[in-house]
T-cell receptor, first 114, second 110 residues
């Protein structure tokens, strides 16, 4: 079993839809959770960062972490064509010299159709 | 953008030649990482550094070495490039949980 599982999609939605992206993980030591957006031929861009469990909202984006279920989600409200990208979840344990290294999901490719 | 500069941005090299990629940061972050990104594999950690002269191996370290002589610079060396090392290489920096990425180096080994 991979440490982090993410459905690769592709996911295609109409403009204005609510998008739900998810990852599951197996390592109970993970406590830092991130979502990255990556446009084609660009570097990953940090979108949302959450420590431990709970929700975090930033504009149209909401990140949720449920550590009891080992499940994290990213919601995008009022999706726009500019949201078309690959979304990567990432997480780390964050204790000790090497433990801030990130473990990534393989990414979900999202297309928002005008 | 976080202050991360990768150089070169593109490189074509021949099999068997040594190659060095550079990552330079202006953020004074403690941790620096090298990842490679390949279709079907996602981002995989090659090596990381947790301080000057403190480095360790990641998931796919064979054929790669790193050095960090200054806080701001982290070098990745392919000692004898092979075609399987054709990839996009990303440098990342962090102080704790959240990490920031450079724009990548696209390396082709022919």
């Amino acid at each position: 079993q991979k440490e982090v599982e993410q459905d690769p999609g592709p996911l295609s939605v109409p403009e204005g839809a609510i998008v739900s992206l998810n990852c599951t993980y197996s390592n109970s030591a993970f406590q830092y959770f991130m979502w990255y957006r990556q446009y084609s031929r660009k570097g990953p861009e940090l979108l949302m960062y959450t420590y431990s469990s709970g929700n975090k909202e930033d504009g149209r984006f909401t990140a949720q972490v449920d550590k009891s279920s080992k499940y994290i989600s990213l919601f995008i409200r009022d999706s726009q064509p500019s949201d078309s990208a690959t979304y990567l979840c990432a997480m780390s344990a964050g204790s000790g010299a090497g433990s801030y290294q990130l473990t990534f999901g393989k990414g979900t490719k999202l297309s928002v159709i005008p | 953008d976080a202050g991360i500069t990768q150089s070169p941005r593109h490189k074509v090299t021949e099999t068997g030649t040594p190659v060095t990629l550079r990552c330079h940061q202006t953020e004074n972050h403690r941790y620096m990482y090298w990842y490679r990104q390949d279709p079907g594999h996602g981002l995989r950690l090659i090596h990381y550094s947790y301080g000057v002269k403190d480095t360790d191996k990641g998931e796919v370290s064979d054929g790669y070495s790193v050095s960090r002589s200054k806080t701001e610079d982290f070098l990745l060396t392919l000692e004898s490039a092979t075609s399987s090392q054709t990839s996009v290489y990303f440098c990342a920096i962090s102080d704790m949980g959240e990490a920031f990425f450079g724009q990548g180096t696209r390396l082709t080994v022919v």
